[in-house]
């Protein structure tokens, strides 16, 4: 008889994983999903904020629910001769609610950026949670999270700490866009 170590509990641990990816899978769809929708729609309704709450579903099993907080002029335009202006739009962010291939719920942020004047912060991972997990209670705590990081980014100067230096500070956080020296 060959000795297999630990190979019967990783097979079996492989099995229990597997199974949960059905089941966390099933969860959304049966109702984890639109739970995720209802919740949002009904603390944004509390507030005199436009907010868009979208499910998107391009691909199964690796749908989201995505709030966001639109995209809206900048008030920076760029003159184009003497009778034109190119107008700036501003992303103003998104928190999402992405099912994961293994059936988790990826939550993470993306950061407000205005187009040609700065490069997008890459989104936030505010965490990975089991279908089950996810309450009301954990929804809030997204949605104040959310908004703290907006309020930081909205509201940026010279009070965030910052490295003095050639190409740091301003530069690296998402405000202005990298200049490339050819």
Request: proline letters at 5%.
């Amino acid at each position: 008889m060959i000795d297999l170590g630990t190979l019967p509990s990783k097979i079996a641990k492989y099995q229990e994983i597997l199974q949960n990816t059905e089941s966390y899978r099933k969860a959304w769809e049966e109702g984890l999903r639109d739970k995720i929708v209802d919740t949002l729609k009904s603390m944004m309704k509390e507030f005199d904020l436009t907010v868009e709450i979208d499910i998107r579903d391009g691909l199964k099993n690796l749908e989201s629910v995505v709030l966001s907080l639109g995209v809206v002029p900048s008030g920076i335009y760029e003159p184009v001769g003497d009778q034109f202006r190119k107008k700036l739009y501003k992303g103003n962010g998104m928190l999402i609610f992405q099912q994961m291939y293994n059936g988790k719920i990826y939550v993470m942020m993306t950061y407000p950026h205005i187009e040609q004047v700065a490069n997008p912060k890459p989104p936030k991972t505010l965490e990975i949670i089991r279908p089950e997990e996810l309450t009301e209670g954990y929804i809030l705590r997204y949605l104040e999270t959310f908004f703290s990081e907006i309020i930081e980014w909205e509201d940026y100067d010279d009070d965030v700490p910052t490295t003095i230096g050639f190409n740091t500070g301003f530069q690296n956080n998402g405000l202005l866009k990298e200049s490339k020296e050819t």
